[in-house]
């Protein structure tokens, strides 16, 4: 297993979250990495992105509000998420930039994000 995705939540809109990728192969320490959601009926779409310099982008759906960052040492991603919204709810996941990469890792299982009242 490359990537394990933790932290989703049922939250109110407005709430804050964070979110975490594990990986226990160390692989995201050498791929430019992207934060992905998919909501019901939706495709997949990244949202965030993390390059291997550290530069950052985001989908304007979410920039400003969420923040995309690495911990090296313990080989993870998180995915800061503030000022949640309804339309944010979706399974997260984490995986390679497909901007970058050819191939991406095996899909986790994500992480459930539902914002809702």
């Known amino acids: 297993v490359d990537v394990v995705e933790s932290g989703g939540a049922l939250v109110q809109p407005g709430d804050s979250l964070t979110l975490s990728c594990a990986s226990p192969t160390r692989v995201v320490n050498f791929y430019a990495m992207a934060w992905y959601r998919q909501a019901p009926g939706k495709q997949r779409e990244s949202v965030a992105r993390l390059s291997r310099d550290g530069a950052t982008d985001y989908d304007e759906s979410v920039k400003d509000r969420f923040t995309i960052s690495k911990d090296s040492a313990e080989a993870t991603i998180y995915l800061r998420m503030n000022n949640l919204k309804p339309e944010d709810t979706a399974i997260y996941y984490c995986?390679?930039?497909?901007?970058?990469?050819?191939?991406?890792?095996?899909w986790g299982q994500g992480t459930q994000v539902t914002v809702s009242e």
């Open positions: 995986n390679a930039d497909a901007r970058v990469h050819n191939s991406r890792f095996a």
